[in-house]
């Protein structure tokens, strides 16, 4: 079955732009989880959506928001961008079950890189 | 903030030796997994750890889970130069409906040299 795929792979914005990626989560699962990843600062959570609703949300200015649609598939996008913006961006989807694990599929990512 | 700390941050071995990484985490967890990522990609789930166990393997891999200091190792045996990459921990706190988020480490970036 197909994996968790990402758009853009690639973009390129200047600072006060804005941006928006999108992720289709692998058929069934309803969990969409997006990270940012930088050099500095590792892997940090944005944000959860399950069933459109956003259940979790990371440490992260109002700049980043997001959205799920029915179905699944989910988009974040981030207003007025800044340099520090620039990192790969990767969505991962999960099949959660209650009890279960949350075992994460991740996609290729999406690299963003502001000047 | 990063839950899990990884040791080495860097690690560069021969091909066919043993590599071992450490994981320490701060708070109790429901399990532990770790994590493989090739250079600029997506992360690939290599292996699970459930907090009432000790110890699994998979393959060619070896997870301990030691929740009285909280901290896990990956061992990697006969490593390959296929298995450069980086190394993430990620733990999955307890509470609500399943686990909403994953909190992983800094990683340790694994050099296998030929």
């Known amino acids: 079955k197909a994996g968790v795929t990402q758009t853009p792979r690639y973009l390129i914005k200047t600072r006060g732009q804005q941006v928006t990626l999108s992720c289709s989560p692998i058929?069934?699962?309803?969990?969409v989880s997006w990270y940012q990843q930088t050099p500095g600062q590792g892997l940090q959570f944005l944000f959860e959506y399950f069933s459109e609703t956003q259940r979790n949300k990371g440490n992260f200015p109002g700049r980043f928001s997001g959205r799920q649609f029915s179905n699944s598939r989910s988009e974040m996008n981030v207003s007025t961008l800044e340099l520090g913006d620039s990192a790969l961006y990767l969505c991962a989807s999960s099949l959660l079950f209650l009890g279960g694990a949350n075992v994460l599929t991740f996609g290729a990512g999406s690299r963003l890189t502001v000047l | 903030s990063q839950q899990g700390e990884e040791d080495p941050q860097a690690l560069s071995i021969q091909e066919g030796e043993n590599a071992t990484m450490n994981c320490s985490y701060k708070t109790s967890i429901n399990n532990l997994q770790w994590y493989r990522q090739n250079s600029g990609r997506g992360l690939v789930h290599l292996i699970l750890i459930r907090s009432n166990e000790r110890e699994k393997h998979s393959g060619r891999l070896r997870v301990t889970l030691d929740t009285s200091k909280k901290s896990s190792s990956l061992l990697i045996t006969a490593s390959r130069a296929a298995d450069t990459a980086s190394y993430f921990c990620?733990?999955?706190?307890?509470?609500?409906?399943?686990?909403?988020?994953?909190?992983f480490g800094q990683g340790t970036r694994l050099t296998i040299n030929p």
């Open positions: 990620a733990t999955d706190s307890p509470g609500g409906q399943g686990a909403q988020k994953l909190v």
């Open positions: 058929s069934g699962h309803r969990s």
